[in-house]
């Protein structure tokens, strides 16, 4: 089946350093990939998403690349601040036939920047 | 704030009983999703409802249930609790039934003592 692996946390990190974490992943298919962003006390936000090799999602100074050869998707960003501090969630999604949706998750990256 | 509401946020209660969480969507969001996080299992996959109807179904056990309503609010029973039940219940919503934007609500933390 398809799954996510992605590194452990926490990373701990100065504001203004260079932040990368790595994300592979396994599926059958051409999934679409994505990175979920969540801070203390709420919900996942969809932070960005690629849909096909090659592809480059980026918001808010974050950037991922769908690498197919090596089935990854890093997620990086040039410099961090304090309020990037979160748990980022790498993920793929199984559409079921057009019939449904399922999003398969990575275990999630704490992300401490300190000032 | 994501348009998911989400309640209540915290249940504590005990092994054997049943519980129910409840969902209400994004104003025009047709599908409802359920996920369980826990520190083990991470984020996990349950069940997905469009527009009334169940639509995917992933890793949600026998003793767990869950619809969606007219109104196109969700309820997830959790019946015959155990301890390895405790975790972060997250609801989420979409437009569409494969729109890959889901909003995620706050969560419900289900504490089972």
């Known amino acids: 089946g398809n799954s996510v692996t992605q590194m452990e946390g926490p990373v701990t990190l100065s504001e203004e350093a260079f932040l990368t974490i790595n994300c592979t992943y396994t599926?059958?298919?051409?999934?679409?990939l994505f990175w979920y962003v969540q801070y203390p006390g709420e919900g996942l936000q969809l932070l960005l998403k690629?849909?096909?090799?090659?592809d480059k999602g980026s918001n808010k100074g974050f950037e991922a690349t769908y690498r197919k050869e090596t089935t990854s998707f890093h997620l990086e960003k040039g410099s961090v601040q304090v309020s990037d501090s979160a748990v980022y969630f790498c993920?793929?999604?199984?559409?079921?036939?057009?019939?449904?949706?399922?999003?398969?998750f990575g275990g999630g990256t704490r992300v401490l920047v300190k000032p | 704030d994501s348009g998911v509401t989400q309640t209540p946020k915290h249940l504590i209660t005990a092994t054997g009983q049943r519980v129910t969480l409840r969902c209400s969507p994004r104003?025009?969001?047709?599908?409802v999703y359920w996920y369980q996080q826990s520190l083990d299992q991470g984020l996990q996959f349950l069940i997905q409802?469009?527009?009334?109807?169940?639509?995917a179904k992933g890793n949600i056990l026998e003793r767990f249930s869950a619809q969606q309503f007219p109104d196109l609010h969700s309820e997830l029973n959790l019946s015959s609790l155990e301890l390895g039940d405790s975790a972060l219940y997250f609801c989420?919503?979409?437009?569409?039934?494969?729109?890959?934007?889901?909003?995620f609500g706050s969560g419900t933390q289900l504490s089972v003592l």
């Open positions: 989420a919503s979409s437009v569409g039934s494969t729109n890959e934007k889901l909003f």
């Open positions: 993920a793929l999604s199984d559409q079921i036939k057009a019939a449904g949706n399922k999003l398969t």
């Open positions: 599926a059958t298919g051409y999934p679409s």
């Open positions: 690629a849909t096909k090799a090659d």
């Open positions: 104003s025009g969001d047709l599908s």
């Open positions: 409802y469009y527009n009334g109807e169940e639509r």
